[in-house]
């Protein structure tokens, strides 16, 4: 069974469809890509799935479940998870307070008692303490636990980032240009990590213009422009499809 089955979605801003009529499903377990050129409505999808956008029409099935026009929050408890395309960390807040923050959302007194800074008991907050420790280690971070968020170089925010999104044990993590900003060498550490978060049974929906990671990692890729889905399937495929080569493969793709 697909664990996201995304069908018929819409969303115009004005007269722009920004995501026109897209359907497709990721599979339990399996990295997907989402690809396309500058302003295809890639993070607009993603808006729409974590209910930072509401839709103008379609459905959202997570596990089986509508999640359509649902709040953030409910998103995020129901199993999603996301990083953003412009890193959004709490620069005032020490980098295991960050990944906490993700924690969170999760532990037993609930979202609106983490919103609200209500008491929890210290064995939660332990256990939490704990679970960001060993997402810093899983991210080369461990070592800048105390250090403040905002004094970090930018590939280690992105790793944060990154750890944050997966303390509130997501089934299902939707990171939007992970790569962008980072170098060769971390981005190859990137592409390890996220295969190892797949291993590790957790499924991923990816938007990257990185085509050399794309085509590494991703089990499936779907292809937008100008908000539809214009291609889809696994990436030796789309690599040889002439349309997705016309509107994004043909041209300059290194675009942040
Ligand atoms: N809040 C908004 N209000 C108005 N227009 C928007 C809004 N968000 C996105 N758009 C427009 O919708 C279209 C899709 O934008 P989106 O950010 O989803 O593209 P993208 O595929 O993520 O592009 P990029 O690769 O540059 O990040 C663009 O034309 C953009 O200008
Ligand atoms: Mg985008």
């Known amino acids: 069974m697909a664990l996201l089955e995304v069908n018929n979605l819409c969303r115009s801003f004005g007269g722009l469809r920004a995501v026109n009529n897209v359907s497709f499903r990721v599979n339990t377990g399996t990295i997907k890509a989402v690809i396309g050129p500058n302003g295809a409505g890639k993070t607009t999808l993603f808006n729409l799935i974590a209910g930072a956008l509401k839709p103008d029409g379609g459905s959202i099935l997570f596990n089986g479940r509508s999640i359509y026009g649902l709040p953030p929050f409910r998103v995020a408890a129901a199993g999603i998870s996301r990083t953003f395309q412009n890193i959004k ?5 020490t980098v295991a307070e960050n990944i906490m923050v993700g924690r969170h959302t999760r532990s037993g007194s609930g979202f609106a008692a983490s919103m609200l800074s209500l008491p929890r008991t210290r064995r939660e ?3 939490i303490a704990e679970r960001a420790a060993e997402l810093a280690r899983l991210f080369g971070i461990e070592d800048v636990l105390d250090a403040g968020a905002a004094s970090l170089d930018f590939g280690r925010q992105r790793a944060v980032e990154f750890a944050r999104a997966l303390a509130s044990e997501p089934q299902l993590l939707l990171l939007d240009e992970p790569a962008a900003g980072l170098n060769i060498y971390e981005t190859n550490e990137l592409a390890k990590r996220i295969v190892r978060i797949r291993d590790m049974g957790i499924t991923i929906l990816l938007i990257e213009h990185d085509m050399s990671l794309v085509m590494d990692i991703s089990d499936e890729i779907a292809v937008l422009s100008y908000g539809e889905k214009i291609a889809e399937g696994p990436p030796c495929n789309v690599r040889n499809n002439p349309q997705v ?4 493969l043909g ?3 290194a675009q942040d």
């Open 89 to 93: 960390l709490f620069g005032n807040m």
């Open 125 to 127: 907050e332990r256990e």
């Open 251 to 253: 041209g300059d793709v």
């Open 245 to 248: 080569i016309a509107v994004y």
